[in-house]
């Protein structure tokens, strides 16, 4: 059984003894992805995050495990070649929660099919033998076979290729189980609140147990600074002076009905008004639109959607389907904020690689940044290898390739509502066994039973109303009011679970209310 229950975390940091070898700060895919690499490898590793485990960006994705075609039309075919390959790996080392997507360009434009036929081609033979199927040309019946919906006025054909697609939020929550099972310590709800020095050099952090406002000193030979669009804030800690590195930039998606994109197919659209692929993309049963590319000053855990990033979506889905989506129809939309690296004057968010880079400060705090969920493996390769050169730990290989991730199943059936947990679904199908009534659905709009809520309480560290009904399951996403109407049950449950009075219940359900209205359109 996993280690992944707070409690004993937080026992094993009050009782270590020691210096950690790897102190890492952000539980999103980035500081993960290190955890796992530095655990892996034996060395002694601590994450801390501030909030829940993906919490941010990594909870809000376009649900993608890609290459990337926009970086290819961009000619940043480096990057490319680097997320197919680790593309090819998620598959391998998460297929219950990686699978294979059949896209389609439909084409409007005598030029597109062969234009677009040939690009896809290249994407082809960069995936190598980690392609997921070959792309080919498709005619006007075959596209409206693909996608019913499409919009058939003027349109010539289409061309459909393949590339990866999972659950960000459940991949999130299986690293952080895969970094327990190897030894690691987690900890959310830890905030780190600024860092320890000597001689100038950095030698640990100062976090505060946001649950209770105890203070903890923590020593550490190395700390990893991966805290997504917060990098700057960690950088000055560091050095008060730092200029900031990041250029957030917002990407917002809408999520519809499935009878909008019926077919098994998503539709990909190569270049919209701002210079963006925009997609449309099955997922749970519903249809993911998006994204929007806008720079932003502030980050913050919980961004909203602008109103014109709303209607961008709408307005360019209705051009692609003929069932025209209307702000009734949006069952949730969400934001979030992706950690653009600051790009040389005159380029806009939409044109700055997703490539990652490490920086590394005089005092040793080693940060990084950028990249993309995709290549999120190798990014924590290349921070453990970059830090265990600074800290002096015995050079280790990484294993991390072939290592299967927490819930590895081959083969899971998409119609049993508790696929996403791979293997997991063994021992919630037993807790039903035992307890019949933790089979009751929680609602009727959604597929989601109590016996989840007791498995997110005990073994998948969930602390509180929103972790479930955001990151453990996917309710907030698949349909933001059913998730409102949860919330009760979920309270009162994880109370129980929990050891927690009534007034944290009704303060979770206030809580949930409020950061749930914002995925709501009036």
Known sequence: ??????????????????????IIIGGGATGLGTAIEAATRGYSTLLLEQADFAKGTSSRSTKLAHGGVRYLQQGDVSLVIEALHERGLMMQNAPHLVHNQ???IP??????????????????????????????????????????????????????????????????VNLAQTCADNGGTLLNYMKV????????????????????????????????????????????????????????????????DKKFLPGESAIMVPKTDDGRVLFAVPWNDKVVVGTTDTPVADVTL???????????????????????????????VFAGLRPLIKPSEGKSTAQISRSHSI???????????????????????????????????????STTKDLRIRGWL????????????????????????RKPKLGDKIHPDLPIIKAQVVWAAKHEMARTVEDFLARRTRC???????????????????????????????????????????????
Do not use: C
């Open 102 to 104: 059949a896209f389609v």
């Open 410 to 433: 081959k083969n899971v059936d998409p119609t049993n509502p508790l696929w996403f947990y791979g293997s997991d679904s063994i021992a919630i199908r037993k807790l039903v066994d």
């Open 302 to 332: 919980e961004p909203r959607a602008l109103e014109e990033e709303v209607q961008f979506i709408l307005d360019h889905a209705t051009q692609y389907l003929t069932k025209d989506p209307k702000r009734e129809d949006v069952l949730s």
């Open 193 to 256: 609140t600024s860092l320890l020095k000597t001689s100038d050099m950095v030698s640990g952090v100062i976090a505060e147990d946001i649950e209770t406002g105890k203070s903890y000193q923590i020593d550490g030979r190395v700390v990893i600074n991966a805290t997504g669009v917060f990098v700057d804030h960690i950088i000055q800690m560091d050095d008060a002076e730092a200029k900031d590195i990041i250029q957030p930039s917002q990407g917002v998606h809408v999520v519809l």
């Open 1 to 22: 059984m996993s280690r992944m229950n707070r409690d004993s975390m937080l026992e094993t940091l009050e009782s270590y003894e020691s210096v950690w070898d790897v």
């Open 359 to 397: 920086i590394v400060s005089v005092s040793g705090l080693v940060t990084i940044t950028g990249g993309k969920w995709t290549t999120y493996r190798k990014m924590g390769q290349d921070a453990v290898d970059k830090a265990a050169l600074i800290a002096g730990l015995e050079d280790q290989e």
């Open 476 to 522: 907030l996403l698949l349909n933001a009011r059913a998730s409102q109407e949860m919330a009760p049950v979920v309270a009162e449950m994880m109370a129980e679970i929990l050891r927690k009075d009534e007034s944290w219940q009704k303060e979770q359900i206030a809580q949930y209310q409020e950061v749930s209205s914002g995925y709501i359109l009036n």
């Open 107 to 172: 084409t409007y434009d005598w030029w597109g099919g062969p234009f677009y036929t040939v690009g896809m081609k290249v994407y082809d033979v960069l995936a190598g033998r980690l392609g997921l199927g070959p792309s080919k040309s498709l005619t006007k019946e075959e596209t409206i076979e693909k996608i019913p919906t499409v919009e058939q006025d003027g349109l010539r054909g289409g061309v459909i290729y393949y590339d990866g697609q999972f659950d960000d939020a459940r991949l999130a």
